[in-house]
């Protein structure tokens, strides 16, 4: 089969490669999109000591069963899946309470194993999840990335209020849609790239700025008046939008830290100690929040495909340098065998 490789810091290559080797309870699924994460490209930068190439990265992926082993429940050749990427030891604290992304000894599709950037993967029948036969395989590539933005959204509680979103990247502008369904009153973004502020203004936001803009943190201080913003969204993993969200929070508020970037960044704890600030890290998302973003999908609750851009996996070396260009205007992109 052919797939595209991560070979060295910045290189992806498009090579002949071994398709996989079934073993029990087990699915090879023949990818119809995979999506491309920013870990992928933090990992493609050169930055992760964990992913050593060769290697097939990719780990949002939709497809087609085209064939199964053992016991596999009641999946069956034909079926459109989504896969959930993560599998964990299944003895672990986080295996029990359903967070398998958080397992120490877990492995994942794209990582440990080959992911989707290739004409097939396989998977563990159990972290397939099928799909409506008219559900296409860009939306299906979007259900890993939606169940993140759930699983992020998710640690305010059931309280609902204002809320601020730095970073308007992918994540960014799925954190938006998932709070806008599940009637977060308002929501400013703020961004620096041109072509992701429009997108934001059209997906919802109240409230949009630029950071450059000198004026800015004025604006959103109007906005959200006296009381502040209950939570702030750092989706942009870099030192000046993680200093920014400690001073948008209202005392008592939570910055939820997404963005995976900046390995270290300066932080005024006194601040964050007489405001009472609380920050929590997430990452990724357990089996229950993936369920849920397949039924999302399932339902068209979201519409999201105006911000993508496809391209065959050939293109997939371009791909990359123009998504980690400042100024690109690409937001999301799928690869497509």
């Known amino acids: 089969m052919k797939a595209l490789v991560y070979v060295a810091p910045r290189k992806l290559e498009l090579r002949d490669w071994p398709e996989p080797d079934l073993g029990p309870r087990e699915a090879l699924v023949r990818v119809g999109a995979a999506g491309v994460c920013g870990t992928d490209l933090h990992t493609w930068q050169g930055h992760s000591q964990r992913h050593i190439p060769p290697l097939v990265l990719g780990h949002e992926m939709a497809g087609v069963i085209e064939q199964v082993r053992g016991e596999v429940g009641d999946l069956k050749a034909g079926d459109r899946v989504a896969a959930y990427p993560h599998q964990g030891c299944g003895q672990c604290r986080h295996c029990a309470a359903g967070e398998d992304a958080l397992c120490r000894r877990k492995k994942a599709l794209g990582f440990q194993f080959g992911g989707g950037f290739a004409e097939y993967f396989k998977a563990p029948a159990k972290n397939l999840y099928r799909l409506s036969a008219d559900t296409n395989f860009l939306e299906g590539a979007l259900v890993e990335p939606l169940g993140c933005a759930l699983h992020m959204v998710g640690r305010c509680g059931p309280g609902r209020g204002p809320i601020a979103i730095v970073g308007a990247g992918a994540i960014g502008l799925m954190i938006l849609a998932v709070a806008r369904q599940l009637n977060f009153p308002k929501a400013a973004v703020v961004e620096i790239n041109a072509r992701r502020r429009e ?76 405001r009472e600030i609380r920050i929590e890290g997430v990452f990724a998302c357990g089996p229950s929040e993936f369920r849920t973003a397949s039924e999302w999908v399932a339902e068209g609750r979201l519409h999201l495909k105006d911000w993508l851009s496809e391209a065959p996996l050939a293109e997939g070396q371009a791909v990359f340098e123009d998504l980690t260009r400042p100024n690109s205007s690409m937001i999301k992109a799928v690869l497509k065998p």
């Open 199 to 274: 997108v934001a203004q059209r997906q919802g936001a109240d409230l949009v700025v630029d950071p450059k803009d000198p004026e800015s943190f004025e604006q959103l201080e109007h906005f959200f008046g006296e009381d502040g913003c209950i939570a702030v969204f750092e989706a942009a993993g870099v030192t000046p939008a993680r200093q920014l969200s400690l001073r948008l929070v209202r005392t008592g508020g939570l910055v939820v830290a997404a963005g995976i970037g900046d390995p270290e960044s300066p932080m005024d704890f006194d601040k964050l100690v007489r």
